[in-house]
């Protein structure tokens, strides 16, 4: 059947999808400054973003939600907020000169932005 100007296109990453891409992001949040060595500001912030991303997910109301509290939308918001600060993270912390944690923080307000646009936030999946 044709898609029709009425019927919105649906995105493809499901709130399930978008789950398992946060707790992913946790998982290389904890990961990466441990394996690589990243100034010690930045592998706070790491350490923060993974505790901060974990606890959002876990609290979200979509199928991966551990105690399901807050809206999948305003996780959403949530998540576009802390990557629109991202890029500015190495300079305001003091480890910009450090590329490696400079370019994560980088690679994830990129990832942040794709997420986000590719997600379907109205999905019936989350309540």
Do not use: Q
């Not at 919105?8 to 060595?37: E, F, M, N, Q, W």
């Not at 706070?44 to 993974?50: I, K, M, T, V």
């Not at 399901?68 to 190495?90: K, M, N, Q, Y």
């Amino acid at each position: 059947m044709p898609h029709s100007a009425r019927t919105p296109k649906r995105k493809p990453i499901t709130p399930r999808l978008h789950g398992v891409l946060d707790y992913s992001t946790v998982a290389a949040c904890v990961a990466l400054p441990r394996l690589v060595g990243v100034h010690r500001n930045a592998r706070r912030l790491f350490d923060s973003l993974a505790a901060g991303y974990g606890a959002l997910s876990m609290a979200t109301r979509y199928p991966l939600g551990v105690k399901p509290v807050v809206s999948f939308r305003a996780h959403g918001a949530t998540e576009i907020a802390i990557g629109a600060v991202l890029p500015a993270a190495p300079f305001l912390l003091g480890f910009a000169h450090d590329r490696t944690a400079r370019n994560f923080c980088l690679a994830l307000t990129g990832i942040t932005a794709v997420v986000a646009a590719l997600t379907d936030w109205n999905s019936e999946e989350a309540p």
